[in-house]
């Protein structure tokens, strides 16, 4: 099955090789506080060690999801991005950047201002009506996650009359929609640890080789997330082991992109993972 993403004009085949996407937390609030990066240097360092430790992408958010956090309008965000793209397009102009946002807005400023390549929306355009029409505008792949509510009410909202079916077919209506307004990359998220309790996660990444039926790259979020930390009960520091067991059975499932915070174990999974097949 061919998997590929057009990046700035490259095309990049993800059938056969996984790439990871190293997070950069511009925030003062993500949940795992270790990630957050707010000044001039930490940011360019975090940058750096993503780069260097093998990510294809550069994930930078603006605006935490983690429930306890604050909502922050678009300008809020969009006012983070000026203080960081700058220091980031400076020091690495050939990297490959997306942005986090579920802003049309913001994603508009991200991409025309500064270059990122890829808008990756945790609400699946709901949230914004207007983020659809504006990636169709920007001509950029979309990563196309699934949740409901808000970050602050997502928890509120994990029941389903059958999960699984609920979510393929919340896809499948908006990969339609994305499809008809001439989206022509898109890659899906099953959005682990957002509307889902820790054993609905488990239950989803268990039937994670059924994404395959959508033809389109899929990405596997879960580092350091709660369905490892409440599982296990540990904390977020402590989840780095548990989080390359589930990378590792992710790839083994048909991921194509895995969002980490440790980005050089994530490749190792994938090398190691490459020599087994």
């Keep these: 099955m061919n998997k590929t993403i057009n990046i700035k004009g490259e095309l990049w085949d993800l059938s056969?090789?996984?790439?990871?996407?190293?997070?950069?937390?511009?925030?003062?609030?993500?949940?795992?506080?270790?990630?957050?990066?707010?000044?001039?240097?930490?940011?360019?360092?975090?940058?750096?060690?993503?780069?260097?430790?093998?990510?294809?992408?550069?994930?930078?958010?603006?605006?935490?999801?983690?429930?306890?956090?604050?909502?922050?309008?678009?300008?809020e965000e969009i006012e983070r991005l000026r203080f960081a793209m700058p220091h980031i397009n400076r020091e690495f102009p050939d990297a490959v950047l997306s942005i986090d946002t579920f802003y049309g807005d913001v994603a508009k400023c991200a991409v025309e201002e500064y270059g990122i390549a890829i808008v990756n929306d945790i609400s699946g355009g709901q949230i914004d009506a207007m983020m659809f029409d504006t990636v169709a505008n920007l001509h950029v792949p979309y990563i196309l996650m699934h949740m409901r509510g808000m970050p602050q009410t997502m928890q509120q909202l994990t029941e389903y009359d059958d999960m699984t079916q609920d979510i393929f077919y919340y896809f499948s209506e908006k990969i339609a929609e994305l499809q008809q307004?001439?989206?022509?990359?898109?890659?899906?998220?099953?959005?682990?640890g957002f509307s889902k309790t820790v054993i609905q996660n488990y239950e989803l990444m268990k039937q994670l080789d059924k994404f395959q039926i959508f033809e389109l790259p899929l990405l596997v979020g879960i580092s350091r997330k709660s369905m490892i930390y409440k599982l296990l009960d540990i904390t977020p520091e402590a989840s780095l082991n548990g989080t390359s067991v589930l990378n590792t059975f992710a790839v083994e499932h048909g991921a194509n992109i895995l969002r980490v915070h440790d980005v050089k174990e994530a490749v190792e999974v994938i090398e190691i993972m490459r020599q087994l097949k």
């Design 16 to 75: 056969e090789n996984p790439v990871v996407m190293g997070i950069l937390n511009i925030t003062p609030d993500s949940f795992y506080s270790v990630s957050r990066k707010q000044t001039e240097k930490e940011i360019i360092d975090r940058a750096a060690q993503i780069i260097e430790d093998g990510a294809r992408i550069i994930d930078i958010g603006a605006q935490s999801s983690n429930p306890r956090s604050p909502l922050l309008s678009a300008n």
């Design 181 to 192: 307004l001439g989206v022509c990359d898109v890659i899906v998220d099953p959005g682990f």
